[in-house]
């Protein structure tokens, strides 16, 4: 049975790498960024390892993550 609470982290190095990747690839599309930040975008990604883990399987798979919004309501970011 999976332990539904493990914690999945990334080296730093690895964490490093995956937000320069995103941080790249939000730069290069800010048309679907009106008024996000990257900078916002990577304090909340750094404080949250199992959403960078996330982010990293799905950049792993080819699925190349972007921000495509912000939710005000729950106060997160929409990546797909």
Request: proline letters at 2%; glycine letters at 8%; one cysteine or more.
């Amino acid at each position: 049975m999976l332990n539904s609470k493990l914690k999945h982290n990334l080296t730093l190095r690895q964490a490093e790498e995956l937000l320069q990747i995103c941080k790249v690839r939000f730069e290069g599309n800010m048309s679907r960024h009106n008024g996000l930040f990257w900078y916002k975008v990577q304090e909340k990604l750094e404080a949250s390892p199992d959403k960078l883990w996330s982010l990293n399987e799905m950049e792993k798979t080819g699925g190349e993550p972007d921000v495509v919004g912000f939710d005000k309501k729950n106060g997160q970011y929409i990546i797909f």
